[in-house]
């Protein structure tokens, strides 16, 4: 699905991302852990295509394309969606006319026909039951005053619409009731298939209860300094980031 | 003082034209054409000298666009207006300043009299030049020196007026000319009105389009305006309108620019009586090196009245957006509120925006703010809609047209509003 070698990355002529390697394939799902300040929403940033980081060496490859060369939009034609850590309130562009905007476009890119009004209507019923978006909400401007849980199940909806082949999602734990928290899980694990893949950014191991990985990554000053299955999250609970530090502090 | 005894340069090549116009204006009393006279010898054309016109040199726009002005004007069939008019209203034509009653709908709504300015009579007569007054800007004395043969309008007491007025003012010069429209409309006490006042230019040469709206509401009347300006590349305009507004009664006006080589609006409301209020609302879009300045003046004469204002400017290219809000609250005018937005987008580092609020307060128990803001369109926005699919082309517009909306939804007249967001989505 996709495959990150060598990635580097910097903002501002600083280096954030110090090589970066890593592989998901098909049905996986990644979690990537870190400290405050490791680079995990470099990350997202940079594999979603904003244009304030810099990659200065390395490179992606999703589904057999140079990901890099993608501009954002083809990106996530591509199938690739960033579940915002902050998503952006947009006064005045309502969420179906938004939906509805995207979806056609990335129909258009792979050559299908827009989506009637009668097929578009029945798919944002189907998707927002799954979030339990309030239907209010998905006609209101896009998260114009929404609460933070509502926000960040707007991204999970968006993701259900959208249907991506990979979907990042950036600490969309943060901010959360555990209520939120698991109707967000919910959606996310409704959405998992043997053709799509997951990558998980968290700082905390409490996500991973409900949305369970394969694998396990802790990035620490750019990197990926260990690697392990579910059980390395729960170790890093215990331990703490100090641990974590302490030894590649060392290790440097 | 006659006519002719006038010196300064600018104002004597306008005086000649004065002499070539055939129709001399009957219904502008002398008194008032001396003033206005007497205010062009002493201030002359407003140029950057003027603090009101800083940005805004109609001086050097004049001489440097109309140093040969010909008065020349093409016609204009009744087919030729057709994509100008509007659906939902009652379309009257002013055409080249002269109101044109074979060109214009026939009026068959009650309460409604629409005449030629120099046809009317008696305490109507005296309404003219009342409220905008020569001394206080040279674009109304020039107006009043000149001015063609307008409208007035007036609607009878307690009538309600189903179907909106459209006045269409369309100008067809085919060499450089001077228009300089006038009309006065009049809300008797509890009528009710809905007026679409649109500009454009369907002429092949330049013209300078000088209009001045007297616009009186007497108590509890209500009158809804949509100023629609849409006048090219040829065009260059100044629109004054004085509005005067009585007890209980309410005035909104949204006025939309959409191009225009230079348009420059003065928009003066006396809130003249207690419990009466005023909206004001604009949008203005400028391309290539066009210039938009609105000026507004909200005067809070009397107590526990409201205003509010939301002006909204995005400037393209090299061109230059201007808004200037002044509110004054009067000492008797205790109660008041008065509030004031403006917002602007700049798309081009060569484009420039200057806004200024401009509150002036001598009453101690009101309710004033204001705010301002200008710059870039949002690119954590522009970021979030690309993230999902969308073009950076199709996302710029879903932001653009989300900011302008919110000041186009307030046109009521769903056919204007259709033709402002088809050419706007055009434009952008």
Known sequence: MITIKNLHASVDGKEILRGINLEVKAGEVHAIMGPNGSGKSTLSSVLAGREDYEVTEGEVTFNGKDLLELSTEDRAREGLFLAFQYPIEIPGVSNINFLRTALN??????????????????????????????VKLTNRSVNEGFSGGEKKRNEIFQMAM????????????????????????????????????TILITHYQRLLDYIVPDYVHILYKGRIVKSGGKDLALELEAKGYDEIKKEFETAE | MSLAETKSAVTQQLMEQLQKQASKIAFMPDEEIVEAIRQLEDKGIPNNKHEDYKYCNIEAYIRREFKNVEQSFGSLGAADLAPYKLDEAINLVVLNGHYSPELSEKVIAKGISISALNEISGSDKQRIASQARSASDSMIALNTVFCNNGIFFKVDRNNAIPMAVHILYVNTAEKPSLVNSRNFVYLETGAELTLVESFVNAGSAKVFHNYVSEKLLDENARLTCYTYQNEGSLSYSAHTNSVKVNRHANYSNTTITLSGELVRNNHNVELAAPNCEAHLNGLFLTRGTQLTDNHTLIDHQMPHCESNELYKGIALDKSTGVFNGKIFVRKDAQKTNAYQSSKNILLSDDATINTKPQLEIYADDVKCSHGTSTGKIDTDALFYLKARGIGEENARKLLLQAFAEEVIDRVEVESLRERILQLFEKTV
């Not at chain 1, 050559?111 to 019923?125: R, T, Y």
């Not at chain 1, 901010?175 to 298939?193: E, M, P, T, Y």
């Open chain 1, 105 to 134: 476009e990335i129909r258009a890119y792979h050559k299908q026909e827009e989506i009637s009004a009668k097929d578009f209507l029945a798919l944002v019923k189907e998707k927002q039951k799954l979030v339990e978006l309030d």
């Open chain 1, 162 to 197: 959208l249907n991506p082949k990979l979907a990042i999602l950036d600490e969309t734990d943060s901010g959360l009731d555990i209520d939120a928290l698991r109707i967000v899980a919910q959606g996310v694990n409704a959405l998992k298939s043997k053709d799509n893949a």
